[in-house]
């Protein structure tokens, strides 16, 4: 029997060897390609708040924010060697945070400039005071006081564009890797008085108070020696001691007080200070813990043990160790 042996013509040979060389080919291709493809992440390309910061032009501007009145070209120039100059870069580069940054020429306001602004009093909690903790937006924003990393809280007010205490929100939302940047037109202070010097300096006056934390030892825990770092005290005005004690006049109500010994006048002045920064926004209705036990807090009628009043005017008295909230009469605990 014959085995018929077929041959491939050589046209047909050499298609089908295109054929495979085609098949291999794309398949080392297909294969180089999805090495190539490396998934990116947009946040590591993004540069930190300081170098944004360093190297801002007008051109890389986050979104308006504001009608007021814009700089061109606004720069950061004084910002960032502020930065440098108080070892704050290392903190603001490193962790999510949100900058109310002031512009150049928000600092040439004061005098201010890249020469002169590492011996500026006080820079380092001046600087602090413009930055809040985690990533706030324009959107994020709402009428009210918000913490900084100084201590203090900055007051955010929307009703006419954005404004940070005195200050204008001129670009919003400049974005970094690690948080967010809004340029304002002014620098923010914060309080540079603890609370018995704001206290005496204060209108209403508190001297009776004064007197009473004095006769009592309290002073020096009021003006941060203490044991505590941060207290709110919910103070009472020269006339509310004065109709407690019933006398006439305020030289009269310290001489009752000086009367007193110190065990008498601390459980009283120890009811009226809570532990911490605590703002109006913080309270709710209810039971309140002082110093010196709890009093009851009804915010709808603003009444503390419905005896004394807070003042709606005269809350959120910051100094540099707490906060001051005014009543209109004594506690008695």
């Known amino acids: 029997m014959k085995t018929t042996v077929h041959y491939l013509k050589p046209q047909t040979s050499t298609t089908l060897l295109s054929m ?16 190539a493809v490396v998934p990116q992440n947009d946040s590591i390309e993004k540069p930190s708040i300081v170098d944004v910061l360093k190297n801002y032009e007008s051109s890389s501007a986050g979104s308006l924010k504001s009608n007021e009145k814009i700089e061109k070209k606004p720069t950061f120039k004084t910002l960032s060697v502020a930065l440098a100059k108080t070892q704050l870069a290392g903190t603001v580069s490193s962790n999510q945070l949100t900058v109310f940054a002031p512009t150049d020429a928000a600092f040439a306001k004061y005098g201010l400039d890249q020469k002169n602004i590492g011996s500026f009093p006080g820079i380092k909690d001046i600087l602090l005071y413009h930055v809040v903790a985690g990533m706030v937006f324009s959107t994020d924003l709402s009428n009210g006081l918000v913490p900084t990393l100084n ?16 200050s204008n929100v001129i670009i919003a939302d400049i974005e970094a890797r690690n948080g967010v940047i809004h340029a304002i037109d002014d620098i923010l202070f914060p309080p540079t008085q603890n609370l018995v010097e704001l206290a ?3 209108a209403p006056e508190f001297s009776v108070l004064l007197a009473a934390a004095t006769k009592a030892n309290l002073a020096g825990v009021l003006m941060g020696d203490g044991p505590f770092d941060q207290l709110t005290v919910f103070a009472p005005t020269n006339q509310a001691f004065i109709d407690l004690l019933g006398v006439s006049t305020v030289d009269e109500a310290i001489e009752v007080v000086n009367s007193l010994t110190a065990d008498d006048l601390a459980p009283i ?9 605590v703002y109006s926004s913080d309270l709710s209705s209810g039971s309140v813990t002082t110093l010196n036990g709890d009093f009851d807090l009804d915010l709808e009628t603003l009444t503390i043990n419905d005896s004394a009043m807070l003042v709606p ?16 009469a004594v506690l008695t605990p």
């Open 20 to 35: 495979i060389l085609i098949f291999v080919l794309s398949i080392f291709t297909f294969s180089c390609s999805n090495e």
């Open 151 to 166: 201590g203090a809280a900055i007051e955010v007010n929307l009703d006419s564009g954005v404004m940070i205490n005195s």
């Open 200 to 202: 005496s300096s204060f």
């Open 269 to 277: 002045l120890l009811y009226h200070v809570v532990e911490g920064r």
């Open 313 to 328: 005017g005269l809350l959120n008295v910051q100094a540099t160790n707490g906060v001051i909230h005014v009543i209109t």
